[in-house]
């Protein structure tokens, strides 16, 4: 049998080296671990503590000064507030005064011109702006200026405006001392015969 004097050579100066390492290992002295006295640990912890109630202290610090802004600016933000709510009142109440006083302007525009107006239809033709409110006037005016020539030009044709109420059923008369003059008059327009006959023929 034959035998590789090679291979058992190499496994020989492996082993050489693996046990050189160890050995190598073995005389390193080990490191020493430093040893502390009482007051050196004592002065470490006192370092430690000082630093820690620093921190901490500057941490209080910061936050009072924060809460010192905050206070501050929650002060300021109720009076800034309060300054516009004044201020709004302020302007409401101008808007208001402004309004009475296009209100007056109105009426005396509209008595100018002869139309009587309510204070509810007043309502409705003035607005916050001085322009709106003399076109809006104006339009009124124009409007029943109209409605007036037109109520003229009926009544001078002769027609009567119709009656745009309910009409009531005619009540039936036997004698016409019952009636007013107004019904009267209004049985003469609207039914003759009857009149005549209430009458005797008149």
């Avoid at 610090?61 to 302020?90: C, G, I």
């Amino acid at each position: 049998m034959k035998l590789d004097l090679q291979y058992f050579a190499e496994d020989v100066s492996n082993a050489e080296e693996t046990s050189a390492q160890v050995e190598a290992v073995e005389e390193q002295p080990a490191k020493e671990e430093k040893m502390y006295t009482q007051s050196e640990v004592n002065e470490i912890m006192r370092k430690r503590m000082d630093r820690a109630m620093r921190e901490q202290q500057e941490k209080i610090d910061e936050a009072k000064s924060e809460a010192t802004k905050m206070a501050k600016m929650n002060a300021e933000q109720k009076r800034n507030y309060e300054l516009e709510k004044a201020n709004k009142r302020a302007q409401d109440a101008e808007a208001r005064l402004a309004r009475l006083e296009m209100q007056a302007v109105a009426r005396k525009m509209f008595d100018e011109s002869g139309v009587t107006i309510t204070d509810e239809e007043l309502a409705l033709v003035v607005t916050d702006d001085a322009e709106t409110t003399k076109s809006n006037v104006e339009m009124m005016t124009e409007f029943a200026k109209k409605v007036r020539e037109k109520a003229v030009n009926e009544v001078m044709a002769g027609s009567t405006p119709k009656d745009v109420g309910i009409s009531k059923p005619a009540k039936s008369v036997s004698n016409i001392d019952e009636l007013s003059m107004r019904e009267i008059a209004q049985l003469k327009k609207d039914n003759p015969e009857q009149f005549k006959v209430l009458t005797g023929g008149k």
